[in-house]
């Protein structure tokens, strides 16, 4: 048997990470291949970025990565920048955009958003096109390599949907989960010619990862709690209360 972790989309929470590495080693899994969005909206993204260089047989490029290694100048960006240092920059803009591989007889790609860009968003609901598209060949990907199951993260909701033979599925968000205030992440497994992909969700210590974001002080503290804590994108926080 061979089980391969796919997480993604850590964005800087190393309670939930290291929660999820937790129960990666209880399963005895030792490959581990990250999606992308290791920095940007949590606290820690620096202590991310180390980590998953050190433990990850891949990382791939998400679009946070590719933003804050080319953007300069912006409110939002600096701040994390200037935490993660010229050479986590560098790292960050050139990893890949896909990761190809064969496991139980399935040719597999993994990317961060889709194979249209890292900027590309297909979500779990509306039409089959765009999800269909997501097995597509375009310039950002090995024209020689045609897959029968994609992964991806982006979009923080993890599901599988299956195609004529074909499989799409979403890892989720190990950091910033926008569908269950749990840590998620995919594990592939494969027996001889076969394969499974389970979608796994991990409690971990969410007051612990917003007092660790209080004591750093941390920009949009208050929608990174609401993300957090709900598991809603922040634009549904509701307005705050004006006295009269």
């Excluded at 097995?135 to 950002?140: A, G, I, L, Y």
Aim: glycine share 10%; aromatic share 8%.
């Amino acid at each position: 048997m061979e089980r391969i972790a796919v997480i993604s989309d850590i964005h800087g929470n190393m309670t939930a990470l290291r929660a999820v590495l937790a129960d990666i080693e209880h399963r005895d899994i030792s490959r581990i291949i990250n999606l992308g969005d290791l920095a940007g909206k949590g606290p820690d993204g620096a202590a991310t970025v180390d980590l998953c260089r050190d433990i990850c047989e891949a990382n791939v490029r998400g679009n946070w990565d590719e933003a804050l290694a080319t953007v300069s100048g912006e409110d939002w960006a600096t701040p994390e920048q200037e935490k993660l240092g010229p050479d986590r920059l560098a790292w960050l803009g050139a990893l890949p955009f896909t990761y190809d591989f064969v496991l139980g007889g399935r040719r597999i790609r993994l990317v961060h958003a889709s194979p249209q860009g890292v900027f590309h968003r297909v979500y779990q609901s509306g039409e089959d096109g765009p999800k269909l598209a997501m097995f597509e060949t375009t310039e950002h990907t090995d024209p020689d390599f045609v897959p029968d199951v994609v992964g991806y993260g982006d979009i923080h909701t993890s599901y599988i949907r299956t195609f004529h033979g074909k499989i799409l599925f979403n890892a989720g968000s190990v950091g910033n989960p926008l569908d269950l205030t749990m840590a998620a992440y995919a594990i592939l497994e494969s027996t001889g010619a076969s394969l499974a992909i389970n979608l796994v969700h991990v409690p971990y210590d969410i007051e612990a990862e917003l007092r660790r974001a209080r004591e750093s002080g941390m920009a949009f503290y208050d929608e990174y709690a609401f993300e957090l804590t709900t598991g809603h994108y922040r634009r549904a926080m509701p307005a705050p209360t004006v006295a009269k």
